[in-house]
């Protein structure tokens, strides 16, 4: 029997969801896998006991927060999507405001009808067995994950910094260039997409496991101000150990 | 040693290429934006032979990034040993130098080997710049290392062979007759930092708690720039890929860099080398003391590349130096 697959989101773009249908090797999934809930990707759902499920975005409204709870019951596996279930990713930039003000500042006048709490990450609401990093993830990251799961192993993470893929593209580093980058702190994979085109890298993949903080920061102040350095880690992976320190100005 | 050399002129370069890329897939320096990268190049007039140094060192062509080095199914396994004839054009003896150094470790090594067996290296003269310490790594004479090598001289070239390989090319008609002997062929030039390695080498050990490796791992970003653009640092990982189905897959080798956390973790969660510190001084172990002791170099040419790519501006020669190693 085929093991039996979910994909739910919350709150974000379903950029994520778009890359699953995105693979190259997506009817080799549909193949392998029998996908029992998919809201964006076919008209027939019903809940029953997964054997894995996909949660894209953030959690901002105490449906939501049911939700995630109801999935982690009903799911032998959970595996966070992309940096908003990761780590919160842009929506999480409530976090850093007064909700009050920030709800009418979006929504004027209508803003007390709006139900909107502080977002936490999926880890911090249910246990997470696994994350696909990244805004958006990458096909490839998705075919890696199933494809170690259909073995019966471990999906491994990508241990490595994103200036690792960086420079294996040749580019010469931004921070050399004076533009501040999150490359050596953020975990790589990704194939270093913006710093090739020019980009900082934004830390969306979150931090490494063990990262050299303070000497990014050292190299950081010299060429941004404190707003920028707020800014550049407050962006895809603000809930995320280490970034959640910067985002919220301690540096 | 007397070498033989032949003078070849420049308006004839352009032949000695075509001849070369006759049989060869060759990998020249070309512009890339404002710097200079190793790419396969069809046409001499992309070719720029005056260039400081390329971004990756030749090694992005022997052992590549991601390379599959065997596929298998339930059936068993098929090696996938790379049969591409790839001739370098325009090497600085440096980078030229770190392939007969990489030797050393790979020769045995099926995919390496199948590579190299099959390549033809021409190297060239350089201009040494103020990251270039090729002299302090005994990597500035010509070797063996290279088959064939064009030295700059006035508004010609002379070409030393230095293989079977570059004496076949040296025989043909573009280079002139006459011959030009000299002694030995050595990039010359003053240092801006000059270290003395078998100083270095004994300081090392002895230096193991020296404050130089806090102060300059504290300054470290672990972001592995400096192991990638080296010309020998060739640690790697091997992973499994299966395609969705677990019945087939490939095995790939990929980069990977010993300043990293996961590089010394072994199965359990233990760590050899837990602290950047650690890591850090490990390069350095590696590169001027161990590897010394197994193969009589260190695995370093000088090149500067590490120096020129750090974006926290950490200068290899500069903590040697603090070690003790004028």
Same mark, same amino acid.
């Given at each position: ?17 778009? #890359? ?21 990707? #076919? ?44 780590? +919160? ?108 085109? +020019? ?12 990262? #050299? ?34 985002? +919220?100005?301690?540096? | 040693?007397?070498?033989? /050399? ?46 400081? &140094? ?15 080095? @065997? ?15 790839? !001739? ?8 030229? %130098?770190?392939? /007969? ?12 080997? !199948? ?17 270039? @310490? ?31 390989? /570059? $004496? ?6 573009? @280079? ?48 592995? %720039?400096? &192991? ?52 850090? $001084?490990?390069?350095? &172990? ?17 090149? /500067? ?22």
């Amino acid at each position: 029997m085929r093991p039996k697959v979910a994909i739910f989101d919350l709150t974000d773009c379903e950029g994520c969801e778009v #890359q699953i249908v995105n693979s190259k090797l997506i009817d080799k999934v549909l193949e392998g896998v029998e996908i029992v809930h998919f809201r964006l990707g #076919q008209r027939v759902n019903r809940w029953e006991k997964f054997d894995v499920a996909f949660v894209e975005g953030a959690a901002i409204t105490s449906d939501e927060l049911e939700l995630v709870k109801k999935i982690r019951e009903h799911s032998k596996l959970v595996i966070a999507l992309g940096s908003c279930a990761c780590f +919160g990713g842009i929506a999480a930039i409530n976090n850093f405001m007064d909700l009050d003000e920030a709800k009418r500042y979006v929504y004027g006048e209508n803003a007390d009808k709006i139900e909107v709490l502080y977002v936490k990450p999926l880890p911090e609401i249910i246990k997470v067995d696994f994350m696909i990093r990244g805004c958006p993830i990458t096909p490839e990251d998705f075919e890696r994950v199933v494809s170690d799961l259909l073995a019966g192993r471990i999906p491994r993470e990508h241990t490595r910094p994103v200036c690792i893929d960086c420079k294996s593209k040749e580019n010469i580093c931004l921070l050399l260039k004076g533009i501040p980058c999150a490359g050596p702190v953020t975990y790589g994979g990704c194939g270093a997409p913006c710093p090739s085109a +020019g980009m900082p890298c934004d830390g969306c993949r979150g931090p490494l496991e063990e990262l #050299q903080m303070s000497a990014e920061l050292e190299l950081l102040k010299k060429i941004a101000t404190k707003e920028d350095i707020v800014r550049l880690f407050r962006k895809y992976a603000p809930m995320a150990s280490m970034f959640k320190e910067v985002g +919220g100005g301690k540096l | 040693m007397t070498l033989m /050399g032949k003078i070849i002129k420049k308006e004839n370069l352009k032949r000695l290429f075509d001849d070369v890329s006759r049989e060869f897939k060759v990998i020249a320096p070309v512009k890339k934006g404002e710097d200079y990268v190793l790419s396969e190049v069809e046409s001499f007039s992309d070719v720029v032979l005056d260039y400081p &140094t390329t971004i990756l060192p030749p090694k992005k062509f022997l052992l590549p990034y991601k390379e599959p080095i @065997f596929a298998f199914d339930a059936e068993g396994f098929k090696d996938l040993i790379p049969d591409e004839k790839i !001739a370098f054009f325009g090497l600085h003896l440096c980078d030229a %130098n770190a392939i /007969g150094r990489l030797d050393l470790v790979f020769w045995n090594d099926p995919y390496y080997r !199948a590579r190299r067996d099959r390549m033809l290296i021409i190297g060239i003269s350089c201009k040494p710049t103020e990251t270039c @310490f090729c002299k302090s790594m005994k990597a500035n004479s010509l070797t063996n290392a290279c088959d064939l090598f064009l030295l700059a001289k006035d508004d010609k070239y002379i070409g030393f062979s230095m293989t079977e390989k /570059g $004496r076949k090319i040296v025989s043909q008609l573009y @280079f002139e007759p006459e011959t030009v002997n000299v002694e030995e062929v050595k990039i010359e030039y003053e240092e801006k930092l000059s270290l003395n390695l078998y100083k270095v080498e004994r300081k090392i050990l002895e230096d193991y708690n020296n404050p130089v490796w806090d102060e300059t791992a504290k300054k470290c970003l672990a972001c592995t %720039n400096c &192991t990638v653009v080296c010309p020998l640092c060739y640690c790697f990982d091997v992973v499994d890929e299966t395609f969705i189905f677990p019945g087939e897959g490939l095995r790939f080798r990929c980069w990977d860099s010993c300043l990293l956390l996961s590089f010394a973790r072994v199965a359990g969660g233990h760590n050899f080398r837990r602290d950047l510190k650690a890591r850090y $001084r490990n390069v350095y &172990t590696h590169k001027f003391k161990t590897y010394i002791d197994e193969f009589g170099v260190p695995s370093c040419v000088g090149c /500067g590349r590490c120096i020129i790519f750090c974006p926290a501006n950490i200068d290899m020669r500069e903590v040697l130096f603090k070690l003790g190693g004028v």
